[in-house]
């Protein structure tokens, strides 16, 4: 039964019953809550790993096309590209900004490409031959980024709604499990304990009740018993006056007086 | 619980560690940044057959935890295999790691260590 494990250490009164009632009833409403914003967590959780399935598949394919326009490049360029790209490169023209949104309560940030203007740092690749080549093969890979931008926010949405998911569970089952057993545990004990002291109170008062009934009694029968003794002392008392007193009427013949 | 908004405020790049054909490629889609002097870092690593595990290894160090300016990481698949204990390691949400395929390596979903959480989170 509800033992001294598992519950909280209050004194059984009236007043941490209230407190304890309470607690129970915000653990019941917070579970609730919880419960609601871990399913809508869940919902969005599915949908965004279904997202990220096709996105990867998607970026296959992008990629594939990506590398063959970059075969094109160098078949038309006639050479490796690499060493030159690789060492005119200053600044990125290619970045990405966060924004957030908001999924109940919780900031997934996703990422936004956005291309800064005005800085070329391949103007001079394939200015020999294949320039038209070497443009084409950049708007693919800016193409190919951004699906692998897109792929990004995903898989950081993912990953911070896993953990948020993880840490909104774990409160659920702890206040389903812990939490509220307990407190519920606390209320019967402190109720059990409330009754207890009502039992022996109650008891108590019977007892006092008895005794003060006894008292009465033995108080009446002496105070009779004391009557009683006045009474017959009285009467006895009345019986010799009334025999040792005399008629002062004269009931009795008084013997004439002759002078 | 979610990070807050300073971790990722200023990542505005993307960085990528790959061989030769990718590296090229994606720095002609304009991803390629080379801080200021005195100390130029590039924010791309080719690796070819010569680099060694320990290069990479610090390379993925470096994109991961000391630049702050890094939102995406770009890592070929195959390049991702020589580092793998580091890769399905790695947790954090920024900077996010993907990866990609490159020319010679196709695309295996199974390897992915993304969408191998999410297999396993569905009992897959």
Redesign the interface.
């Known amino acids: 039964m509800s033992g001294a494990q598992n519950r909280e250490a209050v004194f059984p009164t009236r007043q941490s019953l209230g407190l304890m009632k309470a607690k129970l009833k915000g653990a019941q409403t917070g579970h609730d809550l919880l419960k609601r914003k871990s399913e809508a967590l869940t919902k969005r959780f599915r949908e965004i ?1 279904r997202r ?2 096709e996105a ?2 998607k ?2 394919r992008v ?2 096309i ?2 063959f326009s ?2 094109e490049v160098t078949y038309a360029v006639g050479g ?3 060493y030159q ?2 060492e005119s ?10 924004k ?1 949104e908001n999924v109940s309560g ?4 996703a ?1 936004e490409s956005y ?1 800064t203007e005005g800085n070329n ?2 103007g001079l ?1 394939g200015l020999g031959k294949g320039g038209q080549q ?1 443009q084409r ?2 708007e693919t ?2 193409r ?2 951004e699906t ?2 897109e ?3 995903l ?2 949405a ?3 709604l ?3 998911i993880k ?1 909104v569970n774990r409160r659920v089952n702890a206040i389903e499990h812990v939490i509220i057993p307990r407190t519920e545990n606390t209320i019967k004990y402190i109720n059990s304990e409330l009754d207890e002291l009502d039992r022996e109170e109650f008891f108590r008062l019977k007892k006092v009740q008895n005794k003060k009934q006894r008292d009465t009694a033995a108080q009446d029968a002496e105070m009779r018993a004391k009557r009683d003794a006045k009474t017959a002392a009285n009467q006895a008392e009345d019986n010799k006056e009334n025999k040792g007193s005399q008629d002062i009427l004269g009931e009795q013949e008084d013997a004439d007086v002759i002078f | ?3 807050p ?1 300073s971790a ?2 200023d ?4 960085a990528v560690i790959g061989d ?15 801080t200021p002097p005195p100390d130029s870092q ?3 690593l ?1 690796v070819d057959t010569k680099t060694s595990n320990e290069a990479i290894e610090e390379a993925f160090e470096r994109f991961t935890t000391e630049r702050k300016d890094i ?2 990481l ?1 890592i070929n698949q195959h390049i991702a295999d020589r580092i793998r204990h580091r890769v399905d390691t790695y ?4 900077p ?3 990866e ?4 010679d390596h ?2 295996d ?1 199974e390897k ?1 260590s ?2 191998r ?2 297999r396993r ?2 009992g897959e």
Do not use: W
């Open positions: 790993t990220i399935d990867k598949r970026m296959g990629m594939q990506a590398a970059l075969a490796d590209i690499g790209v690789q490169a200053k600044s990125a023209r290619f970045r990405v900004r966060t957030q919780v900031f997934l940030p990422f291309t740092d391949f690749t070497v093969c950049r890979y800016a190919a980024v692998l931008v792929l990004a926010s898989q950081t993912f990953v911070i896993d953990e948020v840490v | 619980m979610a990070a908004p990722y405020k990542r505005q790049f993307l030769e054909d990718s590296v090229t490629g994606l720095l002609l889609a304009g991803i390629g940044h080379v590039k924010n791309f080719v939102g995406i770009l947790t954090a949400a920024f996010s790691l993907l990609i395929p490159s020319k196709p695309y979903p992915d993304v969408l959480r999410v989170l569905f």
